[in-house]
């Protein structure tokens, strides 16, 4: 029997698709990448940011969600400090000027070791990420179910599955995405004000947890 039940799993992978959807650090690297340099290029980057992933899991797996579970004010402190960072996120989605991550940034041809670095740092700072699990992943780890380390490395396999996969989608058509949503101002707009939907969403349900 698995230590973490099937619908639990599937709860968290809806979460992670629903972040890795919503535009952030990476997003913006990878399709700016993609664009400039090509989907090899945007490929080598991608493999940065998936390290950037599984450094984030090992961390949580070793004791953070553990401890933020087993000390009660740690872990209000820290799912109010990413709710408030979501919500921040989800301000800069929809405040008058902002951007879609689809109008790439002009970047210099880099080589595979400094593309490789500049995913893995991008992710690492990613504030996306970190809230990501340290605030949201806690909450799907039942310690009563016995095995918080097998149940951490289990949600953290997943999130890493749903966004590498969702991100080499975009790293291979980031041209044509950003082709069409050119053409189409309406499908900017509402790529920006439904990811800030997603990302107050998830404020909320972090807020308002009471595990």
Same mark, same amino acid.
């Given at each position: 029997m698995l230590p /973490?039940?099937? +619908?639990? @799993?599937?709860a968290f992978a809806l979460v992670a698709l629903g972040m890795v959807l919503t535009p952030g650090p990476n997003m913006i690297y990878l399709v700016s990448r993609? /664009?400039?340099?090509g989907w !090899?290029? +945007?490929a080598v980057s991608l493999l940065g940011v998936a390290i950037g992933f599984v450094v984030y899991m090992v961390a949580a797996a070793v004791g953070l969600t553990a401890l933020a579970l087993a000390v009660p004010f740690l872990y209000e402190a820290i799912k109010w400090a990413g709710? #408030?960072?979501l919500l921040h996120l989800a301000?800069?989605?929809?405040r008058p000027g902002g951007s879609? %991550?689809?109008? %790439? !940034?002009? @970047?210099p041809h880099d080589g595979p070791a400094r593309l490789f670095a500049? +995913? #893995?740092?991008? *992710? =690492? =700072? *990613? %504030?996306k990420i970190a809230v990501l699990y340290m605030s949201l992943l806690p909450q799907f780890v039942d310690p009563a179910r016995g095995d918080v =380390? #097998?149940? *951490?490395? =289990?949600l953290g396999v997943t999130q890493i599955g749903v966004s590498v996969s969702v991100n080499l989608m975009i790293v291979l058509f980031a041209g044509a995405i950003a082709t069409f949503l050119a053409r189409r101002p309406l499908w900017l707009s509402v790529q920006r004000y439904l990811m800030g939907a997603v990302l107050a969403g998830l404020a909320v349900r972090l807020a308002t947890d009471r595990r």
């Amino acid at each position: 029997m698995l230590p /973490i039940e099937t +619908g639990t @799993l599937a709860a968290f992978a809806l979460v992670a698709l629903g972040m890795v959807l919503t535009p952030g650090p990476n997003m913006i690297y990878l399709v700016s990448r993609s /664009i400039t340099q090509g989907w !090899r290029a +945007g490929a080598v980057s991608l493999l940065g940011v998936a390290i950037g992933f599984v450094v984030y899991m090992v961390a949580a797996a070793v004791g953070l969600t553990a401890l933020a579970l087993a000390v009660p004010f740690l872990y209000e402190a820290i799912k109010w400090a990413g709710a #408030l960072c979501l919500l921040h996120l989800a301000w800069q989605a929809v405040r008058p000027g902002g951007s879609t %991550p689809f109008a %790439p !940034r002009a @970047l210099p041809h880099d080589g595979p070791a400094r593309l490789f670095a500049m +995913g #893995l740092l991008t *992710n =690492l =700072l *990613n %504030p996306k990420i970190a809230v990501l699990y340290m605030s949201l992943l806690p909450q799907f780890v039942d310690p009563a179910r016995g095995d918080v =380390l #097998l149940q *951490n490395v =289990l949600l953290g396999v997943t999130q890493i599955g749903v966004s590498v996969s969702v991100n080499l989608m975009i790293v291979l058509f980031a041209g044509a995405i950003a082709t069409f949503l050119a053409r189409r101002p309406l499908w900017l707009s509402v790529q920006r004000y439904l990811m800030g939907a997603v990302l107050a969403g998830l404020a909320v349900r972090l807020a308002t947890d009471r595990r």
